[in-house]
């Protein structure tokens, strides 16, 4: 209560100090806007004589002023300029009383602010004093409740207290009035009632372990049958997978070995490194690519490096295709990439490693070489020609020109025994044929060497029609 009162003194000062300031501002206010009610005060007047007759003297009831500018507006009027004479101007009584006049509302205007100003805030605090004054109210309450609560709880715990303490001393009391015959009794009947207890904790242990295992049991059984109907669908997948990616590879297989005697399968198929030779246009790279995805899909043997000068330009998507490992696709690195892949075929020797762990690597734009780095040239055509086999490699090499000077001096002899070479064509420098040439590298059935053998390419025998044939798309090798 007492802060009610504080409160409300406070507000009463403020408003007497507030009354005082608004009440001076306005007096102040209105004394200096007076002067602005009379137009003397502010405006030039004007003497006129008001009559027909202007030579005649002007009478003293005819004399009038009035505000010089509305009497010149006036004057645009030819009656009213013809019927009146000028006297005189009379200057203004005060010409300082346009400045009281403004000082004057401002004044005013002070004296309105005062007033809001105490208003708005008196508003304020008031709400503010309501909000605290309601929550100090509902504390209040929170306290008187919790009180309330807390003795009605120790009266009812001291009422079961005492209850407890009044049946305890009857019970004492009845006890004591019995005879021994009646107590041997009770003491009989109460160890008859515990043990009978006893077995009823029993059973209903006996009961829940026995709900415990039948979960468990049926759990067990719900789990072997999951798990067998699991297994059942994986092994089903696996082999469907596995009989479908089977089904792929034996129709490509059966179809190279159908077309023209097999000799392309057989190509495929060997250990010995292929070199791929012609001009421009007739697709050597994509004959290239198509080979080595054969291997990939077919022979399960992975790409482990490409190298091309092209490689992120025209023939990138081709490229693409093979997922190699790693790839070098400028001069420096392709020269790097060909001193390493030396060196990596003479530790892949040593490892003395199985056919399963065979690798492809496939070398593009070889013809320029040898002006770049002979000596790394000349070596990498020796392990070329020697290595690859015992490395578990298998190499494929495009090249314009299937000479020494491409390969250098002395390796004729080495290239006829230990590569197979094919040559491409095209008519137009464009469009490549179907036609090929195995200059070298094919066998007859007695083993004789065959040399400059034509044969002709299958019409699907395209890069990404055999990517597409294990990758949803298979060929209708049927139909074609």
């Known amino acids: 209560m007492q802060e009610i009162l504080d409160f409300n003194a406070k507000l009463k000062s403020e408003r007497?100090?507030?009354?005082?300031?608004?009440?001076?501002?306005?007096?102040?206010?209105?004394?200096?806007t007076i002067p602005l009610w009379n137009d003397s005060i502010k405006w030039n007047e004007t003497l006129f004589c008001f009559q027909k007759n202007s030579e005649q003297p002007c009478a003293p009831q005819n004399i009038r002023r009035g505000i010089s500018w509305i009497l010149e507006r006036e004057r645009r009027n030819f009656i009213f300029d013809t019927r009146i004479r000028f006297i005189q101007v009379i200057p203004p009584e005060d010409d300082s009383a346009t400045t009281y006049g403004a000082l004057g509302t401002a004044a005013l205007l002070t004296a309105y602010g005062i007033s809001k100003s105490l208003t708005d805030r008196q508003e304020k605090a008031i709400h503010s004093q309501l909000s605290l004054l309601k929550v100090k109210a509902l504390e209040n309450d929170?306290?008187?409740?919790?009180?309330?609560?807390?003795?009605?709880?120790?009266?009812?715990?001291?009422?079961?207290?005492?209850?407890?303490?009044?049946?305890?001393?009857?019970?004492?009391?009845?006890?004591?009035?019995?005879?021994?015959?009646?107590?041997?009794?009770?003491?009989?009947?109460?160890?008859l009632q515990g043990e009978l207890a006893l077995k009823q904790h029993k059973l209903a242990l006996s009961e829940m372990q026995k709900h415990i295992s039948d979960n468990k049991l049926a759990a067990a059984e719900a789990t072997k049958k999951l798990e067998k109907i699991s297994k059942s669908a994986s092994d089903s997948k696996g082999v469907t997978q596995e009989s479908s990616d089977e089904k792929l590879k034996t129709t490509l297989i059966d179809a190279l070995k159908s077309h023209e005697g097999g000799w392309l399968w057989t190509v495929i198929k060997a250990a010995k490194p292929l070199w791929l030779i012609a001009e421009q246009g007739t697709g050597k790279t994509n004959s290239s690519v198509a080979i080595g995805l054969i291997r990939k899909y077919c022979l399960g043997i992975p790409v482990f490096r490409i190298a091309d000068r092209h490689l992120n330009g025209a023939n990138s998507k081709i490229w693409a295709l093979l997922e190699a490992q790693n790839k070098a696709d400028n001069d420096s690195a392709i020269i790097e990439i060909l001193q390493d892949t030396c060196e990596r075929r003479l530790e892949r020797i040593a490892l003395d490693l199985d056919d399963k762990q065979a690798e492809q690597f496939l070398l593009d734009e070889f013809t320029h070489l040898k002006d770049i780095d002979e000596e790394t040239v000349k070596r990498f055509i020796k392990s070329t020609f020697s290595d690859t086999r015992k490395a578990k490699e298998r190499f494929i090499?495009?090249?314009?020109?299937?000479?020494?000077?491409?390969?250098?001096?002395?390796?004729?002899?080495?290239?006829?025994?230990?590569?197979?070479?094919?040559?491409?064509?095209?008519?137009d420098g464009e469009k490549p044929l179907p036609r090929v040439v195995v200059k070298?590298?094919?066998?007859?059935?007695?083993?004789?060497?065959?040399?400059?053998v034509e044969y002709t390419l299958p019409s699907w025998f395209e890069a990404f029609r055999i990517h597409q044939h294990f990758h949803g798309k298979p060929i209708d090798f049927e139909n074609l």
């Not at 007497?16 to 200096?32: I, P």
């Not at 001096?409 to 290239?415: K, L, N, V």
């Not at 070298?440 to 400059?452: Q, S, T």
């Open 16 to 32: 007497r100090v507030s009354t005082f300031f608004v009440g001076a501002f306005t007096l102040c206010g209105l004394g200096l």
């Open 397 to 427: 090499g495009v090249t314009h020109l299937g000479t020494n000077e491409a390969f250098g001096d002395g390796t004729a002899a080495m290239r006829k025994a230990g590569s197979i070479l094919i040559e491409k064509f095209t008519a």
């Open 142 to 191: 929170l306290i008187v409740s919790n009180h309330l609560n807390v003795t009605e709880f120790s009266k009812s715990k001291q009422a079961d207290i005492t209850k407890a303490a009044i049946a305890r001393e009857t019970a004492q009391v009845i006890e004591a009035m019995k005879s021994p015959g009646e107590q041997t009794l009770d003491e009989i009947n109460g160890r």
């Open 440 to 452: 070298h590298g094919l066998v007859d059935a007695k083993g004789n060497k065959m040399e400059d």
